[in-house]
């Protein structure tokens, strides 16, 4: 009987001045050992993940010259994974926005972005409640092909500017490949939809650029699927992401989605990025979005990400789980008593 091993894995951190001769001579001991050595270079480090099945002793790999760190991770994801880097990953997206431990982000807006009046009255509400990032899709994968789809590149444009005047950042969807070059100076956060979580060709796409990038929880995806996109984004080379639960499909009705706060606590411990919740999609109702919202913060999430409009029940999409600005303004209020709470409980 033939005994299956576990594959063994490790991350090698390369000194950033590593000698090409160096580079080969630890390839050169990976191959030995018949594992396949994957590069990855983003935009702060460079590492080698290797994969295979021999019992390797990581001392002797680890003091080959050149090596700044090693470790063995036996998940099928593995840059993103905290048992590697223990330390949580904090985003920094200039004029003092950051997004990760150590702080609550607050993102609202509308589903999609329909007209510059509306963007400006959006924005004077987060102005005013201090909060620094807006959502809102330009490109919308909406399930009926007759729905509204977006104002597309030259709302985007016009999200741009004005946020700009205004030290807001913006999180839009992304839905294609074709479209991260063209929106890249337009976005501070490229966000992958739920229809897009095993979007390979785009996570692949989004791993070449250095943005960050907010991949929302796929409709039927489980934790573990939505590290591995996450993986595929850093193994491509941006280490820059944060996960989203948005609630999957389950056979409860009486609501949209279903927010899985499981989610949350098990995501924290198994990877050092952030996590943030989206309970506008995750229960489709808006009488109960602040509550699911508060639950987040409880549940430990980095942060909220959550659909607010001047005038919901006018919105061109998902009016139903809209807050008007007074919702929205207490929700604000209540969200950063929460997150007081759970760090007194700390
Ligand atoms: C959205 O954020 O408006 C959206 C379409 O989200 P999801 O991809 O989670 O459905
Ligand atoms: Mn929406």
């Known amino acids: 009987m033939q005994l299956i091993l576990p594959p063994q894995n490790m991350i090698i951190q390369l000194d950033p001045h590593i000698t090409a001769a160096d580079k ?26 290797a994969i295979g099945k021999a019992d390797v002793d990581l001392r002797a790999i680890g003091q080959l010259p050149g090596i700044l760190d090693i470790h063995r991770v036996s998940d099928d994801y593995k840059l993103v994974s905290r048992k590697w880097r223990v330390r949580p990953t904090v985003l920094d997206l200039g004029d003092g926005v950051r997004i990760g431990e150590g702080s609550l982000t607050l993102a609202a807006g509308p589903c999609s972005i329909e007209s510059e009046k509306q963007m400006e009255l959006i924005m004077q509400h987060l102005v005013d409640n201090d909060v620094r990032i807006m959502r809102g899709g330009v490109f919308k994968p909406r399930s009926s092909p007759y729905a509204f789809r977006g104002l597309g590149m030259e709302g985007l444009k016009d999200f741009h500017r004005m946020a700009r005047e205004r030290g807001i950042k913006i999180v839009t969807e992304v839905m294609q490949v074709s479209q991260v070059e063209e929106m890249h100076d337009y976005v501070d956060v490229f966000q992958v939809g739920a229809r897009n979580t095993q979007n390979f060709n785009l996570l692949d796409a989004l791993g070449g650029v250095d943005k960050p990038v907010m991949i929302k929880r796929g409709i039927s995806g489980t934790i573990e699927e939505l590290l591995s996109s996450a993986e595929y984004v850093f193994s491509g080379g941006n280490e820059k992401l944060i996960l989203c639960e948005r609630g999957i499909r389950t056979f409860e009705t009486a609501s949209r989605n279903t927010l899985d706060l499981n989610a949350v606590p098990i995501l924290k411990e198994k990877t050092h990025l952030p996590v943030i919740v989206d309970p506008s999609h995750g229960i489709g109702i808006r009488e109960y979005v602040p509550t699911m919202a508060l639950a987040g913060v409880m549940a430990g999430a980095d942060g909220i990400i959550y659909e607010a409009h001047e005038k919901p029940e006018e919105a061109a999409s998902d009016g139903a789980q809209t807050l008007n600005f007074a919702e929205s303004e207490r929700l604000i209020r209540n969200l950063r008593k929460v997150y007081a709470l759970r760090q007194e409980l700390e």
Do not use: F
């Not at 001991?29 to 460079?46: D, G, P």
């Open 24 to 49: 080969a001579a630890i390839e050169a001991r990976i191959q030995e050992l018949k594992y396949k050595a994957t590069e990855v270079k983003t935009q702060r480090a460079h590492y080698l993940v």
